[in-house]
């Protein structure tokens, strides 16, 4: 099994940068696709990215295409979630998953999950 810890949220204007980041313990990093996800209040959880094990592939969500950048080092075993040009419509809950499939946009397609960071976007 995988524990994941969420990091790095915060507050920020609209039009700024945040960088989310994502720690992995137990299991073996390399095995796992690694996803971000978000979920603002009164909405289902939705796909933002996610990334091969090799970080030579990646697949965004169209509402962030082009502003958000997913990477992972799998020596430090960490994901990072880099957003730029944000927009209060971004403000959600972050959430890093892993799963031994393939990549794939779906929630119930991933097996371990982190407890969240907040990302909150001001007007």
């Known amino acids: 099994q995988v524990q994941l810890v969420e990091s790095g949220g915060g507050l920020v204007q609209a039009g700024g940068s945040l960088r989310v980041s994502c720690a992995a313990s137990g299991g073996t990093f390399t095995v796992y696709v690694m996803g971000w996800f978000r979920q603002a209040p009164g909405k289902e959880r939705e796909f933002i990215a996610c990334?091969?094990?090799?970080?030579?592939?990646?697949d965004y969500a169209d509402s962030v295409k082009g502003r958000f950048t997913i990477s992972r080092d799998n020596t430090k075993k960490t994901v990072d979630l880099q957003m730029d040009s944000l927009k209060p419509e971004d403000t959600a809950v972050y959430y890093c998953?892993?799963?031994?499939?393939?990549?794939?946009?779906?929630?119930?397609?991933?097996?371990?999950w982190g407890k969240g960071t907040q990302v909150t976007v001001s007007s």
């Open positions: 998953a892993a799963t031994r499939s393939t990549m794939l946009r779906r929630v119930t397609a991933y097996d371990y």
């Open positions: 990334i091969n094990w090799s970080g030579n592939s990646a």
